[in-house]
């Protein structure tokens, strides 16, 4: 129905940058998937919410005001610009969709689809 694909992980120093993009394929145009979004996982740790867009868009209290999503419908990708990245952001960073727009209630046992996930690793 739809696949996920995600890139720009990589490896900085707190105070860096990363763009992560993940490009949306819908294979089956009957699905419509609102709601895109952004989670990560730490090491030992659950799944947790970062960001999505949707109507409007949502991000965690431990990223508001550092990260931004975005998407390009052109382009069919969403975006996630971090800013000012600390030691606690390290984890797989997963792209997800949804069927339906869950606003600021989106949870990881929600979501319809995953990507495979990208390593964003931030050295103190």
């Known amino acids: 129905q739809v696949q996920l694909i995600e890139s720009g992980g990589g490896s900085v120093q707190a105070g860096g940058s990363l763009r992560l993009s993940c490009t949306v394929s819908?294979?089956?145009?009957?699905?419509?998937?609102?709601?895109i979004g952004w989670f990560r996982q730490a090491p030992g740790k659950d799944r947790e919410f970062v960001a999505s867009?949707?109507?409007?868009?949502y991000y965690s209290d431990s990223v508001k005001g550092r990260f931004t999503i975005s998407r390009d419908d052109a382009k069919d990708t969403v975006y996630l610009q971090m800013n000012n990245l600390k030691p606690d952001d390290t984890g797989v960073y997963y792209c997800?969709?949804?069927?339906?727009?869950?606003?600021?209630?989106?949870?990881?046992?929600?979501?319809?689809?995953w990507g495979p996930g990208t390593q964003v690793t931030v050295s103190s």
């Open positions: 867009i949707g109507s409007r868009k």
């Open positions: 819908v294979s089956d145009t009957s699905f419509d998937f609102p709601l």
């Open positions: 997800a969709a949804d069927t339906f727009d869950y606003g600021s209630s989106w949870l990881a046992p929600h979501a319809d689809a």
